[in-house]
């Protein structure tokens, strides 16, 4: 038998560690942290839908930064090439196109068209809802008057949706009753997945953290940064990849950091640690404090599973709630608007303090969201996963 090269030999030992490290080493703590993640989304929604204002639950926007710096984590952990010798692979890159592709769309798809049926409902809800509780920032705006910007009257609308592009259109970024200016962003990262874990293989990551990081800082002024507008357009809500690029390049850095240990698991690795540290200190610099802090925890659970963290947050309740994750964020609020108008027609209700407001809205809308989230993973979310890696075994 001929001998095989020693550089070949190399190549196959990679990949073979690295499919036994991916296969071996699912986190299921983060299927705790998405599954906490969605429910802090859906509680802080609540939370301002009633005019209940505490810290924690006011702060329920960062959850997606976290939910971006997990997506960047968990596509370069997941990611079948090998990040050093091929990074990329015509093959791999359809595939994994694919597979995304039957995980977003088949649940959004389907309550857009739930939205589109049910547009004038909602609309005269939410309105209702925002004129008896106006939302914390109204106090900002002179003659506050709740205007509903959702729009579903046109073919653009149509196109931009059904391609995720809108939110690349200002003003179309919050054009559905639905949170999903975030999927949007998230197809974007897709798009120049490929291209950045290229880059990662081929050039200094510092050069690629640093140019992230400036995107973030110069965003907000280019862009605008939710009320005020910014000097070429004004996006509501950070639904250009300019955005947020850094938090999902952080995510990336600890995946990267993973494969590189089970590739190399002895060679280089404390200076290899501050370098990636320091890459890591730099994209989410531009972040808020609460989510610099939340990186590195995460970071920390990524690479050294603390026991008891990891623990907690793989007890199977909250893997199982991390299974639902998406549709509880996708589609709760389809449920929390027309409960608040309910709920705001009942004289007792507006009459209590609103922090009972906030426990009788959750104890009605918690039950109906969990159980609809449960059947569309099931049901919906489930197909689509099974279709998407079906077809992707047959490019």
């Not at 197809?187 to 081929?202: D, G, K, S, T």
């Not at 009320?227 to 070429?232: F, K, M, P, R, T």
């Given at each position: 038998m001929l001998s095989q090269p020693s550089e070949g030999r190399n190549i196959t030992q990679t990949h073979a560690t690295q499919s036994a490290f991916n296969n071996a080493h699912h986190l299921n703590a983060f299927d705790g942290v998405r599954g906490l993640l969605a429910v802090w989304v859906y509680l802080g929604h609540v939370a301002n839908a009633v005019g209940f204002h505490q810290y924690v639950l006011a702060a329920h926007a960062l959850a997606v930064d976290f939910f971006m710096i997990l997506s960047g984590f968990l596509m370069i952990h997941t990611w079948k090439a090998d990040l050093h010798v091929h990074p990329f692979n015509l093959k791999t890159t359809l595939r994994f196109y694919i597979a995304r592709f039957f995980r977003i769309a088949p649940l959004y798809y389907l309550l857009l068209l739930v939205c589109y049926l049910a547009l004038p409902t909602l609309s005269l809800m939410q309105a209702a809802a925002l004129k008896a509780i106006p939302p914390p920032w109204a106090t900002t705006i002179a003659n506050y008057a709740p205007a509903i910007g959702w729009n579903f009257d046109s073919l653009q609308w149509l196109l931009l949706h059904l391609s995720f592009g809108f939110g690349l259109v200002p003003g179309m970024e919050a054009s559905t009753p639905l949170p999903d200016w975030s999927l949007?962003?998230?197809?974007?990262?897709?798009?120049?997945?490929?291209?950045?874990?290229?880059?990662?293989?081929?050039?200094?990551?510092?050069?690629?953290?640093?140019?992230?990081?400036?995107?973030?800082?110069?965003?907000?002024?280019?862009?605008?940064?939710?009320?005020?507008?910014?000097?070429?357009?004004?996006?509501?809500?950070?639904?250009v990849l300019a955005y947020r690029l850094n938090a999902f390049v952080a995510g990336m850095l600890i995946g990267y950091f993973l494969k590189k240990r089970a590739a190399q698991p002895t060679e280089g690795l404390s200076r290899h640690n501050l370098y990636l540290i320091v890459c890591a200190a730099i994209c989410v610099a531009p972040l808020s404090k609460p989510v610099i802090l939340g990186f590195f925890c995460l970071a920390a659970l990524a690479l050294w599973r603390i026991p008891f963290a990891t623990a907690i947050l793989s007890f199977k309740p909250l893997r199982q709630l991390g299974d639902i994750s998406y549709s509880v964020y996708l589609a709760h609020l389809l449920i929390v608007i027309p409960a608040m108008y309910w709920l705001i027609q009942n004289a007792g209700f507006m009459a209590q303090s609103t922090a009972w407001r906030f426990v009788l809205a959750v104890t009605v809308t918690a039950p109906i969201i969990f159980l609809m989230s449960y059947l569309l993973n099931k049901t919906i979310e489930q197909l689509g996963i099974k279709l998407g890696r079906w077809l992707a075994k047959r490019v």
């Open positions: 949007s962003l998230e197809m974007q990262f897709y798009l120049v997945l490929p291209l950045l874990i290229v880059l990662f293989a081929r050039t200094p990551i510092i050069l690629l953290a640093t140019a992230s990081a400036l995107l973030a800082v110069a965003a907000p002024a280019w862009f605008g940064n939710y009320l005020e507008a910014g000097s070429v357009a004004h996006f509501g809500q950070p639904s």
